[in-house]
């Protein structure tokens, strides 16, 4: 069955440190995949997707993720992270084969500090 | 501006009575979805549209309800079966239903149920 996991369900670091968001998937064919940001009390903002090509992909506020078939990770780093990068972050994986289904993991909430 | 929009943004309802909540997208997208968010959990599938006057039921289709008589508009019935209303929905679109494309996201309702 087709699943999504988020390791840790929240994550501090300090400002200017490495950002670093896991994300694992199971699925028989590789999946796309998606990194969505949620500010408090918003919808969800497309960061940054994989469907096919370079696996490591880049997306806005500097963010990028690596699409990792062998390990089946999609985890999303920023070098240095900033005050606004705080939110909750989503990973979500859609089959490409059969019928239509996105699975969002639970999310991760991140926290900077000062 | 191209977009979705929520409404209300807040809601409140008593026990025992049908709320609807609404769903409007000037994107020109074919595909519209409606999810239910409730904490630590991610996001979750009631309903899907790929096309007027059709949709079908996600994961957790059980006391709502849905029509799609416009492109534009994908309203949400939340019907007094629903055990357990109180969340924070959100609604998206995307330009088809195929995985490749992302979701664009409203700014979601947020339901509480007295």
């Known amino acids: 069955a087709q699943s999504v996991t988020q390791l840790g369900s929240h994550v501090s670091v300090s400002e200017g440190a490495l950002v670093l968001l896991r994300c694992n998937y199971s699925?028989?064919?590789?999946?796309?995949l998606f990194w969505y940001v949620q500010y408090p009390n918003q919808g969800l903002q497309l960061l940054l997707k994989?469907?096919?090509?370079?696996?490591l992909v880049k997306g806005i506020n500097g963010f990028e993720a690596e699409f990792k078939k062998s390990e089946t990770s999609f985890h999303l780093t920023k070098p240095s992270a900033h005050m606004s990068d705080a939110a909750e972050y989503f990973c979500?994986?859609?089959?490409?084969?059969?019928?239509?289904?996105?699975?969002f993991g639970a999310g991760t909430r991140l926290f900077v500090k000062a | 501006d191209g977009g979705i929009t929520q409404s209300p943004k807040y809601l409140f309802r008593k026990e025992g009575q049908n709320v609807t909540l609404s769903c409007e997208q000037n994107?020109?997208?074919?595909?519209m979805y409606w999810y239910r968010q409730d904490p630590g959990q991610g996001l979750r599938l009631i309903y899907y549209?790929?096309?007027?006057?059709?949709?079908q039921k996600g994961d957790i289709a059980e006391g709502y309800s849905v029509s799609r008589e416009k492109k534009e508009s994908f309203p949400l019935t939340v019907t007094s079966a629903q055990k357990n209303p109180t969340a924070f929905y959100l609604c998206?679109?995307?330009?088809?239903?195929?995985?490749?494309?992302?979701?664009?996201f409203g700014p979601g309702t947020r339901l509480t149920v007295l």
């Open positions: 998206a679109s995307s330009p088809g239903l195929a995985g490749v494309y992302e979701q664009f």
């Open positions: 699925s028989s064919v590789p999946p796309y």
């Open positions: 994989y469907t096919t090509g370079a696996t």
């Open positions: 979500a994986v859609t089959l490409r084969t059969g019928g239509f289904k996105t699975i």
């Open positions: 994107l020109n997208h074919d595909a």
């Open positions: 549209s790929q096309i007027v006057n059709d949709f």
